[in-house]
C-alpha cells in the first residue's frame, strides 16, 4: 500500500509506535467533536475515510471461493487494528480471501485503535464499511440489539469448529449471530520459568498455596505481583478473575449485567480478599501502565504477573514465559472459569456488497483464516478449535489448551456489560480502591448508586 | 425654535416644508430617504451580515442550546431523535450527589485558574520585562521559552511523561527517590500543572514582550527624568499603559484554566487526582454508548461557569469602550 487509504492511516504514519498510544488525544478529540455533530446530521466522520476503494478487477471464475459460490465487486472492510502487528495479521488474511475470490477486491480501511472505539456510534449510524472488526460480547449486542449490525445466523448455520461458548458470545439478545469470531486470548499469571526453576517455586493450586508463595517472593527480594493499572483497565482483569473465583461465572456475570448488588456481601468479599492481595501487588501501580509492569516481569524483578496473553509482546519475544490460570479460592467454584476475550468481524446493518460481505464472513470462521492470522500476531490464538496449531508457538499452545478446557468464558469487565458504567464508574472506582482499599465500603455504595442511576434506560 | 419649524434662520421655513407636488422621482435625491448604498452594495451588507449570524448561531448558539436542551434527556446518541427519553433535572442531581469525580473536577479547574494567575501569568510577565531589556542572547531566551507553546499540549504531556515516569522516569533517576508522579493522586495536578505552567510562561511572556515593545520609550524617559527607579517605571508608568495587554492576559489565564484538557487527557484520560470538567465531559460523551444527557448537564455547568466569566470581561470592556 503505497498512498494511505485515510487521513488516520496517514496521520498514523508520523507516529511511532511507542507513542501511539498517547499522542493521538487530540486526534481523537478532534474527531469525538466532529463526531458529536454527525449525531446532529452531519456526515460522520469516519466513514468519509471508507473511499479509495478502486474497482474490481474483472477476472472472476477461477478461484472457487470456500464457503460462498463465485462472488466479485468492492468489498469495505473497517479495522481498528492499528499497530503494525496486528495490522500485518488484517492484511494476511485479507490476502488469503482475496486469493480464494479473486473477484472480489478488499480495500482495507484502518482506523486508530481507540479512534475507532469512540467513534463506534457515529460510524455504524452513517456509512460504515460492509464489514468491520470488532468485539464480542455485550459491545456487540448493544449494536445488534440498536439494529446497527447485520444479521449473519446464514454464515453461522454453515460454520464448523466452534463451541457453543463461541456461538453464545457471537450472538445477540434476539438469538440471531452477529459476529464471526477470529481469534481470542486468555487472561492468566505469568511468570519467567528460569526464575521460578532457580528458586524452586512452582504453580499454586489455591490461594493459600499463593499466598505462601507470595511471602517467599518478597523474602527473595522480588516484587510477588507485578500490576499497573494507570491506563484504569488492567485491574478490571484482577477483579473479573476474583469475583469469578469467588462468586463464579453466573454471579459475575448477572452483577455485570446490572441484575446484582455491587454493595452486596458477595462483591465485598471479593474485595476483602483483593485488599488481603495488595500488599503483594507492586505499588504506585496507578502512574504505571502495563508495558512498565511488563518490563519489571522481563527484568525478573518481579515474580508473576496476571495479564492477557499480550504481555508476551513486552517478554522476551514470548520466550521463557509461562503461566497458568488464577488458582481456586473456593473448592465448591473451581478454577474452571476465565477472561478470553473474543474479536471478530460483523456486517454493517446495510451492506454495500452483501454476497461479498457474506462471502467474507464465511471465509473468516474458517480455519485457515484463523491461520493466517494468529501467524502474523502470534500472541493470540485462533478461535476456530479446527484451526492448525503445528506452528503455535509455546504461549499460544498453552492459551488453546487453558481456553479448551475453561468451561466458561468471562470476555472482559468492559465487554460484559454496559460500556458507558465500565468507563465513567467501574474505572475511576476501582482505582479509588487500589489508592485506598480502606474506603470499600463507601466505594460500593457509591458504584451501586452510580449502577442504578446508568442501568434504569 | 422658530414658529416654522426650521433650525436654519437663512432658510425660509415655507420653501422647504412643502414638499414638490411632482413625481416620485423627483424627491429622492434631497429627500429624507436618501439612499447612500448601491444595489451591490447592499447585498455585500447584507451577506457580511447574514453569514456570521448564520455561522455563530448555527455553529455556537444552535450546539450549546442543543447541549442544554440535552441535559435534561437520556440519550444513548443511537437511533433517532424519537429514542430520546426526557428526565428533568434527574442528570444534575445525579451530577451533584452520585457522581464522586465531579467535586474533585471543580476544584482542580480553580487550581489550575490560582495556579496560572498567581505564579504562571506574573512569571511569564517578569520575563517578558527582563527580555525587553535587550540583554544579551535575548533571542535565544525568546525561543527557548517560546517553544513549549508551539508544541500541543498532547505532546507536552508525553514530553513530561519522560521526565515523571515512576520507574523509567528522569527526575526519579536523577534523584533516587520513587515518587509516583503521575499516579499518586495526591501529587499528580502538581506534576501536571507544573508542565501547564511551562507552556502557559511562554504564552504570557511573548504577549507581553509585543505589548511592552509598543510602549513609548518617552514615557520611561519621563520618569527617569523625575527620578523614578526601575521597578517605580514599570509599576507607576508601563503597567499602566499596558492596562489592555493585561487584561488580554488575563483573560487567556482564565480561558487557558477553564479549556484545560489535553494533558490530563494524554496523562490518564482526566482520572485519579486528574479530574477536570472537560475531561469528564468527554468521558460521557464521546466513546461508545455514550451518555450524551449526562455529559451535557456537565458540559451545562461548565458553561455556566464560563459565562460568569465571560460577562466580567465583556462588562469591563464595554466600560471601556464608554470612556
Keep these: ?457 | 425654535m422658530t414658529v416654522g419649524g426650521s433650525d436654519y434662520p437663512l432658510v425660509n421655513p415655507a420653501a422647504v416644508a412643502e414638499p414638490p407636488a411632482g413625481g416620485a422621482d423627483e424627491g429622492i435625491p434631497r429627500g429624507g430617504r436618501v439612499r447612500r448604498l448601491s444595489g451591490s452594495d447592499r447585498v455585500v451588507v447584507a451577506l457580511m451580515v447574514v453569514i456570521p449570524t448564520v455561522l455563530v448561531i448555527g455553529l455556537v448558539w444552535l450546539p450549546a442550546i442543543a447541549t442544554v436542551v440535552l441535559s435534561f434527556a437520556r440519550w444513548t446518541g443511537v437511533g433517532g431523535l424519537d429514542t430520546i427519553e426526557w428526565v428533568g433535572t434527574t442528570n444534575y442531581v445525579n451530577v451533584f450527589t452520585n457522581y464522586p469525580p465531579f467535586v474533585p473536577a471543580m476544584k482542580h479547574n480553580l487550581l489550575w485558574l490560582v495556579v496560572l494567575f498567581i505564579f504562571a501569568t506574573p512569571f511569564g510577565m517578569f520575563l517578558a520585562v527582563l527580555l525587553d531589556k535587550e540583554i544579551k542572547g535575548s533571542r535565544i531566551y525568546q525561543t527557548a521559552l517560546y517553544l513549549p507553546v508551539v508544541l500541543s499540549l498532547a505532546l507536552i504531556g508525553f514530553i513530561w511523561q519522560l521526565f515523571y515516569s515512576r520507574d523509567q522516569g528522569l527526575i526519579n533517576g536523577l534523584l533516587g527517590t520513587t515518587v509516583d508522579w503521575y499516579g499518586d493522586s495526591s501529587v499528580n495536578i502538581w506534576a501536571v500543572l507544573v508542565a501547564a505552567s511551562w507552556r502557559h510562561v511562554g504564552y504570557v511572556m511573548l504577549l507581553y514582550l509585543a505589548g511592552l515593545k509598543g510602549v513609548d520609550p518617552s514615557l520611561r524617559e519621563a520618569a527617569q527624568m523625575d527620578g523614578a527607579t526601575q521597578v517605580q517605571t514599570f509599576f507607576r508608568v508601563v503597567f499602566p499603559v499596558l492596562r489592555p495587554i493585561n487584561l488580554i492576559v488575563l483573560v487567556i489565564t482564565v480561558i487557558e484554566a477553564l479549556r484545560a484538557f489535553d494533558l490530563v487527557w494524554v496523562i490518564n484520560k482526566g482520572r485519579n487526582g486528574l479530574e477536570l470538567i472537560s475531561a469528564l465531559v468527554t468521558q460521557n460523551v464521546v466513546g461508545e454508548a455514550s451518555r450524551i444527557g449526562f455529559g451535557s448537564a456537565l458540559a451545562t455547568i461548565m458553561f455556566v461557569i464560563s459565562l460568569v466569566f465571560i460577562t466580567i470581561y465583556l462588562s469591563t470592556v464595554m466600560r471601556e469602550e464608554e470612556r
Excluded at chain 1, 388 to 400: E, L, W
Design chain 1, 1 to 457: 500500500m503505497s498512498r494511505p487509504e485515510s487521513e488516520a492511516e496517514y496521520l498514523a504514519r508520523f507516529t511511532p509506535p511507542s507513542v501511539a498510544g498517547t499522542s493521538v488525544a487530540r486526534r481523537t478529540l478532534l474527531r469525538g467533536a466532529l463526531g458529536a455533530g454527525a449525531a446532529f446530521g452531519l456526515p460522520p466522520v469516519l466513514a468519509a475515510c471508507g473511499g479509495g476503494s478502486s474497482e474490481s478487477s474483472s477476472t472472476s471464475g477461477a478461484g472457487g471461493s470456500a464457503a460462498a459460490g463465485a462472488v466479485s465487486g468492492a468489498l469495505k472492510l473497517g479495522s481498528n487494528e492499528s499497530d503494525p502487528v496486528p495490522k500485518k495479521a488484517v492484511q494476511d488474511l485479507v490476502d488469503a480471501f482475496m486469493k480464494a475470490n479473486s473477484g472480489v477486491n478488499v480495500a482495507v480501511n484502518t482506523v486508530d485503535h481507540n479512534t475507532f472505539q469512540e467513534n463506534i456510534n457515529n460510524y455504524l449510524q452513517g456509512k460504515p464499511d460492509d464489514v468491520f472488526k470488532w468485539f464480542a460480547g455485550y459491545r456487540m449486542r448493544f449494536f445488534a440489539a440498536q439494529g446497527l449490525a447485520g444479521d449473519i445466523s446464514d454464515v453461522w448455520a454453515k460454520l464448523t469448529g466452534f463451541s457453543d461458548a463461541f456461538k453464545t458470545a457471537a450472538t445477540g439478545d434476539d438469538g440471531k449471530q452477529y459476529l464471526v469470531p477470529i481469534y481470542n486470548y486468555p487472561w492468566a499469571v505469568f511468570y519467567r520459568p528460569s526464575v521460578w526453576k532457580a528458586k524452586g517455586y512452582t504453580v499454586p493450586k489455591t490461594l493459600d498455596e499463593m499466598t505462601t508463595l507470595a511471602k517467599q517472593m518478597q523474602k527473595d527480594g522480588l516484587i510477588p505481583i507485578a500490576f499497573a493499572d494507570k491506563d484504569g483497565w488492567p485491574a478490571m482483569g484482577t477483579f473479573d478473575i476474583l469475583n469469578m473465583r469467588i462468586n463464579g461465572y453466573q454471579f459475575h456475570i448477572d452483577l455485570m449485567a446490572g441484575k446484582k448488588a455491587w454493595n452486596g456481601p458477595e462483591v465485598k468479599k471479593v474485595f476483602d480478599t483483593w485488599t488481603s492481595l495488595l500488599p503483594y501487588h507492586q505499588a504506585d501501580s496507578l502512574g504505571r501502565t502495563w508495558q512498565e509492569a511488563a518490563q519489571s516481569l522481563q527484568q525478573k524483578k518481579s515474580g508473576m504477573y496476571l495479564l492477557g496473553s499480550f504481555v508476551a509482546q513486552q517478554v522476551d519475544k514470548g520466550q521463557d514465559l509461562d503461566f497458568f490460570t488464577f488458582p481456586e479460592i473456593d473448592p465448591a467454584i473451581g478454577a474452571d472459569a476465565i477472561d478470553a476475550p473474543i474479536d471478530g468481524f460483523m456486517m454493517a446493518a446495510k451492506p454495500t456488497n452483501k454476497a461479498a460481505a457474506t462471502a467474507f464472513l464465511s471465509f473468516a470462521g474458517t480455519p485457515e483464516a484463523g491461520n493466517a492470522y494468529v501467524k502474523a500476531d502470534p500472541s493470540n490464538v485462533a478461535a476456530n478449535s479446527k484451526s492448525d496449531t503445528s506452528g503455535y508457538t509455546a504461549v499460544q499452545k498453552k492459551s488453546a489448551e487453558i481456553i479448551g478446557s475453561a468451561k466458561s468464558i468471562a470476555q472482559f469487565l468492559d465487554r460484559d456489560t454496559r460500556p458507558d458504567f465500565a468507563s465513567t464508574v467501574m474505572l475511576p472506582q476501582l482505582q479509588a480502591f487500589i489508592k485506598d482499599p480502606k474506603n470499600v465500603g463507601s466505594i460500593l455504595d457509591s458504584i451501586e448508586s452510580q449502577k442504578k442511576s446508568i442501568f434504569t434506560s
